[in-house]
Nanobody, 120 residues
Framework: QVQLVESGGGLVQPAGSLRLSCAAS????????MGWFRQAPGKQREWVAS???????HYADSVKGRFTISRDNAKRTAYLQMDSLKPEDTALYYC??????????????WGQGTQVTVSS
């Protein structure tokens, strides 16, 4: 089991940038895949991006070319760099952990979320 804590959310203007962080507790972080998900008001939670334990990354079409997922195993932290933000990116962003490979449904471990609001 991995405990996850997200940070870095906030209010940003359209076309702005934010970087989200997801700090993980426990050992063996390097063997976990990490994923970012989001849930907008009135909508279902959706997969945004993921990075597998050995490095391959995957992105939803809606964020491809604008968002970048990365990880620092020494710091046990995953990141989501969000550029060219749009109002439709407004949501509560969660990170999830799963051994080795992430799925679009997420893993058994979730953080509490960090709010991202894109508005002028």
């Amino acid at each position: 089991q991995v405990q996850l804590v997200e940070s870095g959310g906030g209010l940003v203007q359209p076309a702005g940038s934010l970087r989200l962080s997801c700090a993980a507790s426990g050992n063996a972080f390097s063997l976990y895949a990490m994923g970012w998900f989001r849930q907008a008001p009135g909508k279902q939670r959706e997969w945004v991006a993921s990075i597998n334990w050995d490095g391959p990354t995957h992105y939803a079409d809606s964020v491809k070319g604008r968002f970048t997922i990365s990880r620092d195993n020494a710091k046990r932290t995953a990141y989501l760099q969000m550029d060219s933000l749009k109002p439709e990116d407004t949501a509560l962003y969660y990170c999830s952990a799963r051994q080795f490979i992430m799925t679009t449904e997420g893993g058994p471990d979730w953080g509490q979320g960090t709010q991202v609001t894109v508005s002028s």
